[in-house]
């Protein structure tokens, strides 16, 4: 299994933009640009959701309440996935976290608040 470390999140007015980023460990150097990456968030008091998700080969897909707002995204070579959000709603108020599908060592997770 592999542990995450997430970041990027933060206060933002409806309407603003964030990108956050999820780092793997160094550790996995080698096989990185084989894994399938997920982007998931936890709304308070709610069980964690899949909100968008990045293959080996660059394809895309995101849960219908993106609405074309968030783009996913992968960097090989810095061993980094963005999830770049623009639009944001304050219902996308959440702690953000990034794992492999069937993942189950979570890291710390990003907290996005989006409230005026």
């Known amino acids: 299994q592999v542990q995450f470390v997430e970041s990027g999140g933060g206060l933002v007015q409806p309407g603003g933009s964030l990108r956050l980023s999820c780092k793997a460990p160094?550790?996995?150097?080698?096989?990185?640009?084989?894994?399938?990456i997920n982007w998931y968030r936890q709304l308070p008091g709610k069980q964690r959701e899949l909100v968008a998700a990045i293959t080996r080969d660059g394809t895309t897909n995101y849960a219908d309440f993106v609405e074309g707002r968030f783009t996913i995204s992968k960097d090989n070579s810095k061993r980094t996935v963005y999830l770049q959000m623009n639009s944001l709603k304050s219902e996308d108020t959440a702690s953000y976290y990034c794992?492999?599908?069937?993942?189950?060592?979570w890291g710390q997770g990003t907290q996005v608040t989006v409230s005026s």
């Open positions: 794992n492999l599908p069937g993942g189950v060592d």
């Open positions: 160094r550790t996995i150097l080698s096989t990185y640009w084989t894994l399938d």
